[in-house]
């Protein structure tokens, strides 16, 4: 697959904002039959938290609403996600405040202004049992990369010095600094998100496209074509 036979449009951090996600679909889909040809969609994770539609964003996504290919991967939001239905006390008050309660509030779950290690056990149990068939083999498919000719499209970044093929989940899903800062060639451009900016970021060795959609209501798509780049916005 190269940059010439397939135009790529890449989705920045959605963060439960549905009636964002939804414009974005309705301006991509249109851009799609304006241009023809063949297409691949990807979001670049976080679903989930923050705005106040967690679960239809996953409803939305699942169905695969794109006229393109659609791949999905992953964000550590929804690696948080993963992490409480499977260790509740543990990573609650880390998940709460990273936007957690709003997708708990999302899927109609009872919470409280002061959350203890049994609340949150109690709220797990409601989750797992409320999450749909179709929402859990939604978050089990998520991959933490994905490679389309020149370009390395991952949530977070990629840590220097690694090979691509060898970068970590962790990293993939998580790092921030040391990927920001670093000016070398990763061997591709990394098409990323999960570091708000007011603007997208273009540089010689990346594109940021996170830019704050739960909170600025502008979410960002990258279109990369012919070794050229857009961006479609809400």
């Avoid at 993963?82 to 779950?109: C, Y």
């Avoid at 998100?193 to 997208?200: D, I, K, L, R």
Wanted: one cysteine or more; hydrophobic letters at 40%.
């Amino acid at each position: 697959m190269t940059a010439q036979d397939v135009r790529l449009y890449a989705i920045g951090d959605i963060h439960g904002r549905l009636d964002l996600l939804d414009r974005m679909i309705e301006l991509i889909n249109l851009d799609i039959k304006e241009h023809g040809g063949d297409s691949l969609v990807v979001t670049l994770g976080d679903y989930i938290d923050r705005g106040p539609d967690s679960r239809g964003v996953l409803d939305r996504l699942l169905s695969s609403p794109f006229s393109g290919r659609y791949v999905a991967l992953q964000g550590n939001h929804e690696t948080l996600l993963e992490s409480f239905l499977k260790n509740p006390a543990q990573v609650g008050i880390h998940w709460w405040r990273l936007g957690g309660m709003d997708t708990l509030k999302s899927f109609g779950i009872t919470i409280k202004p002061r959350m203890k290690a049994r609340d949150f056990d109690r709220a797990a149990v409601e989750l797992r049992e409320t999450l749909s068939a179709k929402q859990t083999e939604f978050l089990g498919s998520l991959k933490t990369s994905r490679t389309v000719d020149r370009y390395f499209l991952c949530h977070a970044g990629v840590r220097p010095g690694i090979a691509l093929d060898l970068q970590s989940d962790v990293d993939l899903l998580w790092i921030r600094d040391e990927f920001l800062d670093s000016q070398v060639d990763f061997g591709k451009i990394v098409i990323h998100g999960h570091t708000p900016t007011e603007e997208p970021e273009v540089l010689a060795n990346r594109i940021n496209i996170d830019t704050g959609a739960f909170a600025t209501g502008r979410l960002t798509c990258v279109v990369l074509e012919e070794g050229r780049h857009r961006f479609i916005s809400t």
